[in-house]
């Protein structure tokens, strides 16, 4: 399965989150989310919001992480293993000194 390389990776504290991120309009958002769960689209409702930027990502108000400390658009080669998406988002994090 190829997975879109540009995520929306947020932190609240030492908890992490993510979203697929799309300036291509909800619908595309949904598009994305479907194929990742071998789904139709017909089967999925996902809440999204979209960023200052137009970028429409998931987002869901029930779990508890009203607003992350810090957030970054970040974009993976693909494919890329485990450890390289690890890395990645590590090094994004620990730049902004937090």
Request: aromatic share 10%.
């Amino acid at each position: 399965m190829t997975i879109d390389p540009e995520l929306l990776i947020e932190r609240q504290g030492d908890r992490y989150r993510w979203s697929f991120a799309t300036k291509d309009g909800a619908f595309a958002l949904l598009d994305k989310a479907a194929k990742f769960l071998g789904i139709d689209q017909s089967q999925l409702l996902v809440g999204f919001r979209t960023l200052d930027d137009g970028t429409c990502v998931l987002h869901d108000d029930r779990v508890g992480f009203e607003s992350s400390d810090d957030s970054a658009l970040i974009t993976f080669k693909v494919p890329s293993t485990e450890a390289e998406i690890a890395g990645q988002i590590r090094r994004r994090f620990s730049t902004k000194g937090s």
